[in-house]
């Protein structure tokens, strides 16, 4: 979606332009903050927004209902009525559905549905960066090399249905991925957080696994060949 279109207004389009017995719309946009390091230096940051449509068809075939689906990234106004043709080309093709049912109405629309994307920005790492910087100081003095990203993310989904509905929601992921190596890369150990935030995932926690996994790995057993 363009920045002058809305999720809302491709929703809409694509139920104007359903000519079958029903259509499901559901437009996607996907924000996300993302810091990268390497070698206890940050390399990379950003922030990302992908948006993407789905167009469910149900089209009355052979005296039954049958469904298609077609989904397609950055959708624009222009291109959503090609989507709900293919969609129900999708359906004829398909044949009739043995679990077709009709579509619920009277869903009360979401108090928030006019309400733009929610979008991630750098300041979902107000806690996490300054715990990079302690983590990075102790790791040089150690001989200890860090590797990794810490990325949050919002997923705003709205669903707009031929009967009626419009709901919206918004679902939020924060995400610690670390790998440390160290004594010349000879030993690598790995730690992961997740949570609805980066705010409150366990950084300092994360670095003590990781250097706990390093010394376990200190400890050599030489094995001879055998059944």
């Known amino acids: 979606m363009s920045t002058q279109t809305t999720p809302q207004e491709i929703v809409e389009r694509a ?26 230096t940050l390399t990379t940051n950003g922030e990302t927004v992908a948006d993407s449509v789905s167009v469910i068809a149900l089209v009355a075939v052979d005296g039954g209902v049958a469904a298609g689906s077609v989904t397609a990234s950055a959708p624009t106004l222009d291109s959503v009525a090609d989507l ?35 979008v991630s920005t750098s300041a979902s790492f107000t806690e996490v960066a300054p715990a990079l910087g302690e983590v990075f100081g102790a790791a040089r003095a150690d001989g200890i090399e860090h590797f990794g990203y810490a990325e949050e993310s919002a997923v705003t989904t709205y669903l707009g249905t031929s009967t009626g509905t419009r709901l919206r929601f918004t679902g939020t992921e924060g995400r610690l991925e670390l790998t440390a190596k160290s004594h010349e890369r000879s030993r690598s150990a790995w730690a992961g957080r997740a949570g609805r935030a980066l705010a409150g995932l366990d950084l300092r926690g994360a670095d003590a696994e990781l250097r706990r996994g390093l010394e376990w790995q200190g400890r050599r057993l030489d094995v001879a060949p055998g059944r």
């Open 15 to 40: 139920l104007a332009s359903s000519t079958s017995l029903g259509c499901i719309v559901i437009a996607r946009s996907r924000s996300v903050a993302n810091l990268r390091w390497a070698r206890n």
């Open 84 to 118: 709900v043709r293919a969609a129900e080309a999708a359906a004829v093709q398909a044949g009739p559905a043995e679990d077709a049912a009709d579509l619920a109405d009277g869903i009360a629309a979401s108090p928030d549905w006019s309400a733009p994307p929610a």
